[in-house]
């Protein structure tokens, strides 16, 4: 009997039931031949005789109602189409996004790629293949195979900075730095990047870069963060509030401002303006133009002799020579500038300083304790263990004291070091004015009256000025 047959209909069980199987072979249902439903009891000789027609593949353990009166007998396994390849970011960079995206989300609820700083360290995985599947076959009521409808590959877009791996299923770091993207997903990982646009929290969240150099056209606004492994350039300002952190050079094309800002350099610092903002710079600073009530500190020389070249107001603390056109201001502004300032002696002094004094205190306890034995002594004149007690206290005190002469000795060879101060200068290039204190080493010198151009030095325990 053919299959167009069961298409429309045959008879079974003596005429009283029809079998018929849908137009996809994906279906067998017997209906009854006639008003009377069909017996449940009859669901044996049903499976015998759709068997006989070669339906032999999802047969049901029991039938499904159909169209009120006849069964759903049989059923076949659709095939499962293949899943698509696709490129998928790594773990890390995806912890990443999600992270700026809770920092941002008061802010926005859309975060791009190329829009935040997503970084990536040389050698890791930025993102890996996963690969398209074959599918699953399926198999109609008859047994034959349906075949599986396989999935796409996808085209794996390594750009500059990465490389492919060998097994074509991951993009690897060739470097530090930025993952950015491009219109048609290709990736890469940038280690000099130039970003047009403001640093602000409520648009690219504060920022780390691990690349070799990165330039902001823009402003680091209020109370933003960045934090970069290599050297960075502003052009523009860095605004109240912002903390700045760069293991390389710093460049500013205008002006470091407010009292809260904080700027930290790792291998020397160049700006046009600072007003009131502490920077902490290992290398040399160098300002463009002026330097207003601001808190400077390094560990090499401060210079401002372009434009007003004028250092007026806060601290001005360096290692080597500091030189100005100016310093202060005819108005008298208290201005301190400290050159000989070594941070890694001075922090050694005043250790050694502090655990001089703690060790000093210690001893007038451990003596405190001595005259309480020596009064228990005089109560028990008969209990040995006040006389061995006694005994371990003045041995701790002779140890202190000991430790005291080995700390003064330290404190008095680093005070010597602090005072070699033959690179340690202050120039004044035009002008320097009264509330200005010169300090050198650890002895200072304040400015009574103006002065022009002159050269402070230390010279046996003092500051001395020569004209220029």
């Known amino acids: 009997m053919g299959m167009e047959n069961?298409?429309?209909?045959?008879l079974i069980l003596d005429n009283t039931a029809l079998l018929k199987v849908s137009k996809d072979k994906m279906e067998a249902y017997v209906l009854p031949n006639g008003d009377f439903p069909l017996p449940v009891e009859r669901w044996d000789e049903v499976v015998s005789a759709i068997g006989v027609h070669g339906i032999i593949n999802g047969v049901l353990v029991d039938p499904e109602p159909f169209n009120g009166k006849g069964w759903i007998v049989a059923k076949g396994t659709n095939p499962e189409d293949g899943r698509n390849a696709s490129i998928e970011l790594s773990d890390s960079v995806r912890h990443q996004i999600f992270e700026k995206e809770k920092e941002l989300s008061f802010y926005t609820k859309n975060i791009r790629l190329n829009d935040v700083f997503i970084n990536v360290q040389q050698g890791f995985d930025i993102a890996q293949k996963i690969p398209a599947t074959q599918g699953i076959p399926g198999k109609n009521i008859f047994k034959e195979d349906l075949p599986a409808k396989p999935g796409k590959d996808a085209l794996i877009k390594a750009g500059k900075g990465v490389h492919v791996s060998d097994d074509g299923l991951r993009i690897?770091?060739?470097?530090?730095?930025?993952?950015?993207?491009?219109?048609?997903?290709?990736?890469?990982?940038?280690?000099?990047?130039?970003f047009s646009g403001q640093i602000y929290k409520k648009t690219t969240g504060n920022v780390i870069f691990r690349g070799k150099q990165l330039t902001i056209r823009g402003d680091i606004l209020e109370e933003a963060k960045l934090t970069c492994a290599g050297n960075?350039?502003?052009?523009?300002?860095?605004e109240e509030g912002a903390l700045v952190e760069c293991a390389g050079k710093v460049t500013v094309s205008a002006i470091i401002r407010g009292q809260k800002t904080v700027v930290r350099a790792g291998a020397g610092l160049h700006c046009k303006v600072v007003e009131y903002a502490s920077l902490d710079v290992a290398g040399d600073i160098v300002i463009g133009d002026n330097s207003l009530d601001a808190e400077l500190k390094t560990t090499g020389s401060i210079t401002a002799t372009s434009g007003k070249g004028i250092i007026s107001g806060g601290h001005a603390i360096?290692?080597?020579?500091?030189?100005?056109?100016?310093?202060?201001?005819?108005?008298?502004?208290?201005?301190?500038?400290?050159?000989?300032?070594?941070?890694?002696l001075t922090r050694q002094h005043e250790e050694s300083v502090k655990n001089l004094e703690e060790k000093?205190?210690?001893i007038l306890e451990v003596k405190a304790g001595i005259k309480k034995v020596e009064r228990m002594q005089q109560i028990c004149p008969d209990d040995p263990h006040h006389e061995l007690i006694k005994i371990k206290l003045k041995n701790a005190i002779m140890s202190l004291a000991t430790e005291m002469a080995e700390l003064r000795d330290r404190i008095e060879k680093i005070e010597h070091k602090m005072a070699e101060l033959d690179h340690a200068h202050v120039i004044v290039m035009k002008d320097a004015y009264p509330g200005v204190t010169i300090r050198i080493g650890n002895v200072s010198l304040d400015i009574k009256s103006a002065i022009s151009k002159a050269k402070f030095s230390y010279y046996k325990g003092s500051v001395i000025m020569a004209p220029m």
């Open 6 to 10: 069961l298409f429309t209909g045959v």
């Open 232 to 238: 960075l350039t502003v052009e523009g300002n860095i």
């Open 360 to 362: 000093s205190a210690k």
């Open 318 to 344: 360096a290692h080597h020579t500091i030189t100005a056109n100016q310093f202060g201001l005819p108005a008298a502004s208290s201005t301190v500038i400290w050159t000989g300032y070594n941070p890694e």
């Open 172 to 194: 690897i770091a060739d470097v530090s730095g930025r993952i950015m993207t491009d219109d048609s997903g290709k990736l890469s990982v940038l280690d000099i990047v130039e």
